[in-house]
């Protein structure tokens, strides 16, 4: 019976080790999560949600930030959407233009993605122009700065106060 069970044991032992085994030299090992096998499109269709989801949202922390009054708000909205169709024109997925895709095709793939953020700024700028002219000079300071971040802009915030040295 001991023999048995040491027979068994050697070898789930074995098994487990050559599982277990480096993998061989210049490769990468890679353990597949459970579930269905997702595909780059999967992953790729999943970073455009969340950099649409992204940019809705910079967007309305924007328009908190601005606290436009009501005759403003027409405005603003008419901006978001410029903003929104110009970040939504621009491929996603991104056209490939890695050095797996043929030189040409890759020319062609930037200048379609260039093209399409060319145009959808074209289009975003009479929208920004509007919204600038109605803004006060506060928001306007919110509105230079980094809108992509809503955060303040440059100088907004307290500097620092260097340490004393201590002698």
Known sequence: MRSVLALSAFALLAAAQAALAEAPANTIMKVAPPGPPKTDAMDAQVLCTHK????????????????????????????KKARTDMFLAI?????????????????????????????????????????YNVLTPDQKAVFDGPIRLSVPPPGAAEKPVPPTPVH
Not at 56 to 75: D, E, N, S
Not at 95 to 121: C, D, F, H, M, W
Request: charge should be positive; proline fraction near 12%.
């Open 52 to 79: 649409v989801q992204m940019e809705l949202a910079q967007l309305g922390a924007l328009q908190a930030r601005l606290k436009l009054t009501a005759a403003q708000k027409p405005v603003f909205e008419a901006w």
């Open 91 to 131: 491929p996603c997925p991104p056209l490939p233009v890695g050095l797996e895709v043929p030189a040409p095709k890759r020319v062609e793939n930037q200048i379609a993605a260039t093209s399409a953020s060319l145009e959808g700024l074209k289009k975003e700028l009479p929208a920004t122009q509007a919204l």
